[in-house]
């Protein structure tokens, strides 16, 4: 069974800090990876997907790198600002039930992020 | 476009009641999906279904049915709710673009059974 894993689950830095989120999963054959940002009460709003194939997408201040064979990827958030703060969260869609990328995305528990004024 | 939609965004239901979640998407897509998000527990997959018709189980289904008699439309239902069903429910969809599978999500419902 797959399971995702983010570290650290909680981190508070000042405003202008680069800073890293790491995900790793026990489970090497997916079809990609996704990075989602949640606001406290609201949906998930998705940043960034790596398909199995790649290496790394990136999107303005934002970074992911994805090594399969080693399970893990990162998040890089280049000049933090205050309206980052949010939770983001991991997800991996695998080779599971239909046997295809259809099946339903594995998350992590997020890491809460604080970027202080 | 209205992308992913669920309605209601809020419910109170008593235990024993019945209800229907449903959801809908309007950017064609294939594949749909429910989710339930809990604290401490993360985003669990309840049910999914690859097309019109089909559905199928995921982590925690027990308590749930589905259907998708529309490929817009994905309905999930509570039977006889129970006090464990209180949580925040999101449903997304994907279309397979190459190997992308992108998710998308919608606002989510807040469901609380008392």
């Known amino acids: 069974k797959q399971e995702v894993t983010q570290i650290p689950a909680a981190l508070s830095v000042p405003e202008g800090e680069n800073l890293v989120l790491n995900c790793s999963f026990t489970?090497?054959?997916?079809?990609?990876l996704q990075w989602f940002r949640q606001d406290p009460g609201k949906g998930l709003t998705s940043l960034l997907l790596i398909q199995s194939s790649q290496r790394e997408q990136t999107s303005g201040r934002l970074n992911a790198s994805l090594d399969k064979s080693s399970g893990r990827s990162t998040l890089y958030i280049a000049a933090s600002q205050p309206g980052d703060s949010a939770t983001y969260l991991c997800?991996?869609?695998?080779?599971?039930?239909?046997?295809?990328?259809?099946?339903?995305?594995?998350f992590g528990k997020g890491t809460h992020l604080i970027i202080q004024p | 476009n209205a992308g992913v939609t669920q309605t209601p965004k809020f419910r109170v239901l008593k235990t024993g009641q019945s209800m229907t979640l449903l959801c809908a998407q309007d950017?064609?897509?294939?594949?749909m999906y429910w989710y339930r998000q809990d604290p401490g527990m993360g985003l669990r997959l309840i049910h999914y279904s690859v097309g019109e018709g089909t559905t199928a189980k995921g982590e925690v289904p027990d308590g749930y049915n589905v259907s998708r008699l529309k490929k817009q439309n994905f309905l999930l239902g509570l039977e006889s709710a129970a006090p464990s069903q209180t949580s925040v429910y999101f449903c997304?969809?994907?279309?397979?673009?190459?190997?992308?599978?992108?998710?998308?999500f919608g606002p989510g419902t807040r469901l609380t059974v008392t």
């Open positions: 997304a969809s994907s279309f397979p673009s190459g190997i992308s599978y992108e998710q998308y």
């Open positions: 489970d090497s054959a997916i079809y990609n």
């Open positions: 997800a991996v869609v695998g080779h599971g039930y239909s046997g295809g990328g259809a099946d339903g995305l594995t």
């Open positions: 950017m064609n897509h294939e594949y």
